[in-house]
Every structure is written in structure tokens, then in C-alpha cells.
């Protein structure tokens, strides 16, 4: 009995050694999330949470559908806007990985008629907020079903979103070691952070004061629109006018 007694003594001493050992390696390893540079992912989410709550064209759009259509084709045509952002951002990474250029010509015709689509809804916008009312149960019918295609092909209509993408997603892939966890943890980042803030200006439409305040705020979100689209013309025009004459 004390022989066997004190072979379990010995063998409980060398069980909890090697669990202390065992503990000790593993504290001593860094674990998997010192693989992930916080500091860096904190400054990525900051920039982009700066650049998407910027009213800008998407958020025009957004709030003139919320008004007009409501905030559920409101959602659609943001989910249209992500898959659209998601796409250059892809072709993005498609880019730096395998070094392919896209021809300036190509980027510079595909702007100019997505100027021209920004233009035609503002125009539509500019429409609503100065024509007659309608009914409230007409506007989702009218513009609700193509909500998430109006999304996709704002989102795409401006491909040098495609060269932001190239020069801002460098800046921050070293937030992890591996080059294809980085792309998706920056991309997965911007989905949320953006969706989320289309989401609070979905919400902030739907508020009183913006539905009593309905035809200004459809007139002052629609002249943002078309103010994007002249400035698009004219940058890209001049772009083309600088490339030809070189």
C-alpha cells in the first residue's frame, strides 16, 4: 500500500509538472490574438468610420429612398451599395496581388456614366421634391423595387473607388500576419462599420423632423446628388482632356 501510495504521489507530482510545463509553454506562445496588431484595426475602423459617416452621394441616396420609399427598400438599396463596395474592393486586392492594371481610359468612361446615372437621380429626387404629393402608399411601389439595384449601380458607377481601395487597404495589412486574413478582416470591417452607419441614417430620416421637413430634405439630398455628378463630369472630363493631350 505505501509503495503503491507513493508511486501515485509520483506520478501525481509528475502530472502536475507537466501541466505546469505545459501552462507555462503555452502562456510563454503568443497567443493568436497578439497575431492581430489591435492598435493598427482600432486606427483602420476610426478612418473608415470618419470616411463613411461623411454625407456623400450613398448617403443622399440613402436618406432620399428612406423618405420616399421607406426604410425597408431604405436597407435594400445599402445592401446594394455594399455588394457593389464589395466588388471593387475585390478587384482591389485582385490588383495588388497580382500587379493587374485596369486601363485609365476604361475607369474614365465607366465615371462618366455613372455621373450620368448620379445625374438622372437627382433629377428624379429634384422631381419628387418639387411635383405634387402623392400618395404615401404609391412611393414604395414607385421606386421601392428597385431599390437594390439603384444601390449596386450608384456604388459601382465611380470604379476609382477601385483605386481608394489599392492605396487605403496597404496602409493597414499588417493588422495580422497573413496577408488573406488582413484583406478579409479589413473588408468584414468596412461592411459593418458602414452598414451600420447607413443604418443610423435610415433611422434619422424616418424621424419627425425629417418626415415634416419631407420635400427639403429630398430637394437638399438630391442637389448633393447632382452636385457630385457635374464635379464628376468636369474631374473626369479634364482627365480626359489631360491623358489625350499627353
Not at 40 to 56: D, F, I, N
Amino acid at each position: 500500500m505505501r509503495k503503491n501510495h507513493s508511486s501515485a504521489q509520483l506520478f501525481a507530482f509528475f502530472n502536475a509538472g507537466q501541466r505546469r510545463q505545459a501552462w507555462r509553454s503555452w502562456t510563454e506562445q503568443e497567443p493568436c490574438t497578439v497575431d492581430l496588431n489591435l492598435s493598427l484595426l482600432l486606427a483602420y475602423a476610426l478612418s473608415v468610420l470618419l470616411l463613411v459617416a461623411t454625407p456623400g452621394p450613398v448617403v443622399a441616396l440613402i436618406v432620399n429612398t428612406s423618405l420616399n420609399a421607406g426604410p425597408r427598400q431604405a436597407l435594400l438599396t445599402a445592401l446594394g451599395t455594399h455588394a457593389a463596395s464589395l466588388l471593387l474592393a475585390l478587384l482591389a486586392l485582385l490588383m495588388l496581388t497580382t500587379g493587374l492594371a485596369l486601363d485609365p481610359r476604361l475607369i474614365s468612361g465607366i465615371s462618366l456614366l455613372g455621373c450620368g446615372f448620379i445625374g438622372w437621380l437627382a433629377l428624379q429626387g429634384l422631381r419628387e421634391a418639387t411635383g405634387p404629393q402623392t400618395a404615401p402608399a404609391a412611393a414604395p411601389t414607385a421606386r421601392g423595387r428597385r431599390g437594390l439595384a439603384n444601390g449596386f449601380l450608384l456604388g459601382i458607377s465611380n470604379p476609382k473607388d477601385i483605386l481608394f481601395f489599392v492605396s487605403f487597404f496597404p496602409q493597414f495589412i499588417q493588422v495580422s500576419r497573413s496577408f488573406e486574413r488582413s484583406a478579409l478582416l479589413l473588408t468584414l470591417v468596412w461592411v459593418v462599420i458602414d452598414f451600420a452607419v447607413l443604418g443610423a441614417y435610415i433611422l434619422m430620416a424616418r424621424q419627425g423632423f425629417s418626415l415634416k421637413y419631407k420635400r427639403q430634405v429630398t430637394g437638399l439630398s438630391s442637389l448633393v446628388l447632382l452636385a457630385v455628378a457635374l464635379a464628376g463630369l468636369v474631374y473626369t472630363g479634364f482627365e480626359l482632356y489631360r491623358s489625350g493631350a499627353a
